[in-house]
């Protein structure tokens, strides 16, 4: 196992578009994370899976954005009508984690986003 | 509001000597801390960690140090080699799972 994957690695797109992008964790972690990080920040949590329920999601995550994970294995993220502000480094991690145990997260590569 | 802060954005330091990275953080209900680095085009990879019960753990060049009064923990790594030269986040969780991650110190480490 190569680590957790993300796809694709850049996209580009015009205000109003709808995109979706794909995280595959490492295949024994039952926790997925999403992420956004933009320049001179450190990555800012959007939401979490374990398994396949979506347990939690930050204020940041607007109506526009939403995630599944629907066999608790891959996960996607879509953006719909992307705005300029959402141009951003989305970061996937997974974990395993057991409760009342620290999980680490391990991170992929990212889907860089950049909305015109 | 930023929970957890790197006052310093970027670090250079001599190749062989130590390197201090600092991150303070303001919830005193974070329980656990990890170190990443973050090379460019690349997403963080987990460095090392530690939980508040502990107040120091290495793991070969890299030692974290936690000072829980002063909400306070600080990565050495010695000695620093020009590999080091990266982008270093903390990031700190409360008991639960969302993390918060530091702005980051952008480490040079020159030969």
């Not at chain 1, 709808?18 to 956004?36: A, G, K, M, Q």
């Not at chain 2, 957890?4 to 303070?24: H, M, T, Y």
């Not at chain 2, 963080?44 to 070969?60: A, R, V």
């Not at chain 2, 890299?62 to 990031?91: E, M, R, W």
Request: hydrophobic share 30%.
């Amino acid at each position: 196992d190569t680590g957790v994957s993300q796809d694709p690695r850049h996209k580009i797109t015009k205000r109003g578009q709808n995109v979706t992008f794909r995280c595959d964790p490492i295949s024994e972690h039952n926790r997925l994370y999403w992420y956004r990080q933009t320049l001179g920040q450190g990555p800012e949590f959007l939401t979490y899976f374990q398994n396949e329920a979506q347990l939690e999601k930050s204020r940041l995550l607007s109506d526009r954005f939403s995630a599944e994970r629907p066999k608790g294995s891959f996960s996607t993220l879509e953006i719909q009508r992307t705005e300029q502000g959402d141009s951003a480094m989305y970061l996937c991690a997974s974990s395993f984690g057991l409760a009342g145990v620290a999980d680490t997260q391990y991170f992929g590569p990212g889907t860089r986003l950049t909305v015109l | 509001d930023q929970q957890v802060k790197q006052n310093s954005p970027s670090l250079s330091v001599q190749e062989g000597r130590i390197s201090i990275l600092n991150c303070d953080y303001t919830n005193s209900m974070f329980d656990y801390f990890l170190w990443y680095k973050k090379y460019p085009a690349e997403g963080p990879t987990f460095l090392i960690s530690i939980s508040s019960i502990k107040d120091k753990n290495e793991d070969g060049r890299f030692t974290v140090f936690l000072n829980k009064s002063a909400k306070h923990l600080s990565l050495h790594i010695v000695p620093s080699q020009p590999g080091d030269s990266a982008v270093y986040f903390c990031a700190a969780r409360p008991t639960g799972n969302q993390f918060y991650f530091g702005t980051g110190t952008s480490l040079t480490v020159i030969p």
